[in-house]
């Protein structure tokens, strides 16, 4: 799978494929980790090869045979972060004896995943440089809103008491995960994204999951909440 950005003139190629070697991916690893952690500390702007370059301990022409620059290097570290989020969102398994609880243990799952530092750090560095990189940030949001939607719907689906909701019924199910994906997520991301402390969030996820998954059900077994 290839993720691409393209900045007007100019477009990066980022691409997912086993290497030839596993030294080739251990230095692409450790290229992407240290990247990730500048972008962090730095933003975007701030940042440079170099000092990716040294807290990778590898050379710039190792980085650049691999990436053709900070932009680059900088749309292959969030399309790795939305690749994490959401394979860890496919293999969530959800837990409970009624329906209730086996939402609830999935929005839990998910919201700690969305409220990580990292991830919170890295969706405000996309956000700031949207304008610049318009592709990557519609590029990087779609994957991760499609993919979060996909493992939902999934989910839906193999609930036992799914036949007996109308809003899970299959023509309705991929609305109802990307209604049930945003009610859970969006509201705590965005108060993240404003600079709420995230542990203070994070203790926050139990009520806010119970409020939101009321909700959620309530409307499902009216038929829908498009």
């Given amino acids: 799978m290839a993720e691409q950005a393209?900045?007007?003139?100019?477009?990066?190629?980022?691409?997912s494929g086993?290497?030839?070697?596993a030294l080739a991916g251990e230095v692409e690893g450790r290229i992407l980790d240290a990247a990730a952690k500048v972008f962090l500390e730095r933003?975007?702007?701030?940042?440079?090869?170099?000092?990716?370059?040294d807290?990778?301990?590898?050379?710039?022409?190792?980085?650049?045979?691999?990436?053709?620059?900070?932009?680059?290097l900088?749309?292959?570290?969030?399309?790795?972060?939305?690749?994490?989020?959401?394979?860890?969102?496919e293999s969530i398994e959800p837990t409970g004896s009624t329906i209730e609880e086996r939402l609830a243990s999935i929005a839990t799952v998910i919201l700690r995943k969305v409220l990580a530092a990292e991830t919170v750090g890295l969706c405000r560095a996309a956000i700031a440089e949207?304008?610049?990189?318009?592709?990557l940030a519609a590029s990087v949001h779609r994957m991760a809103r499609e993919r979060t939607s996909e493992a939902v719907a999934e989910f839906l689906a193999e609930l036992p008491e799914a036949d007996e909701l109308p809003g899970f019924a299959a023509n309705r199910r991929t609305a109802a995960a990307s209604q049930f994906r945003d009610l859970i997520v969006l509201?705590?991301?965005?108060?993240a994204l404003f600079g709420e402390d995230l542990a203070a969030l994070r203790d926050e996820i139990g009520p806010h999951v119970a409020r939101t998954v009321a909700f959620f059900l309530a409307a499902c077994r009216h038929g829908s909440i498009d």
């Avoid at 933003?43 to 370059?53: K, L, M, R, T």
């Avoid at 900088?74 to 969102?89: G, I, P, Y």
């Avoid at 949207?130 to 592709?135: G, I, K, L, S, Y």
């Fill in 6 to 15: 393209a900045t007007g003139k100019r477009a990066w190629v980022i691409r």
């Fill in 55 to 72: 807290v990778a301990r590898a050379g710039k022409p190792t980085i650049y045979a691999r990436f053709p620059g900070k932009e680059a």
């Fill in 187 to 191: 509201p705590m991301l965005i108060r």
């Fill in 43 to 53: 933003g975007f702007g701030s940042a440079s090869v170099d000092e990716i370059a």
């Fill in 18 to 21: 086993r290497p030839p070697r």
């Fill in 74 to 89: 900088f749309a292959a570290v969030l399309a790795r972060k939305v690749r994490e989020n959401t394979s860890a969102f």
């Fill in 130 to 135: 949207a304008c610049r990189f318009p592709d």
